[in-house]
Nanobody, 125 residues
Framework: QVQLVESGGGLVQAGVSLRLSCAAS????????MGWFRRPPGKEREFVGA????????LYADSVKGRFTISRDNAKRTVYLQMNSLKPEDTAVYYC??????????????????WGQGTQVTVSS
């Protein structure tokens, strides 16, 4: 059983940066691919990005490529989402999730076993 807790969300203005953290407890953190997803208001959940168990491979949605960066610190059992040049359309509840590392940097939500409770990010124009 893995527990995931996101933090770092908030209300910011467009153009600034924000870093989200996701702390994991339980399970073996280094055995998992870690992903970030988001649910914009009134929309379906969407993939943001993922990082492989060792951190050597990442995958990003086109909408955030070049602006967002995922990293992880296995010793601290934490994954990060650095968000730069934020836009109003980045407003969403952001979730981290874990998937068996055999899936690699998968963008498919159904392959993720455990999810955090989410953290709200609101970007004002």
């Amino acid at each position: 059983q893995v527990q995931l807790v996101e933090s770092g969300g908030g209300l910011v203005q467009a153009g600034v940066s924000l870093r989200l953290s996701c702390a994991a407890s339980g399970g073996s953190f280094s055995r998992y691919t870690m992903g970030w997803f988001r649910r914009p208001p009134g929309k379906e959940r969407e993939f943001v990005g993922a990082i492989s168990w060792g951190g050597s491979s990442t995958l990003y949605a086109d909408s955030v490529k070049g602006r967002f960066t995922i990293s992880r610190d296995n010793a601290k059992r934490t994954v990060y989402l650095q968000m730069n040049s934020l836009k109003p359309e980045d407003t969403a509840v952001y979730y981290c999730a874990s998937a068996p590392r055999e899936y690699g940097t998968t963008p498919w939500g159904h392959q993720y076993d455990y999810w955090g409770q989410g953290t709200q990010v609101t970007v004002s124009s």
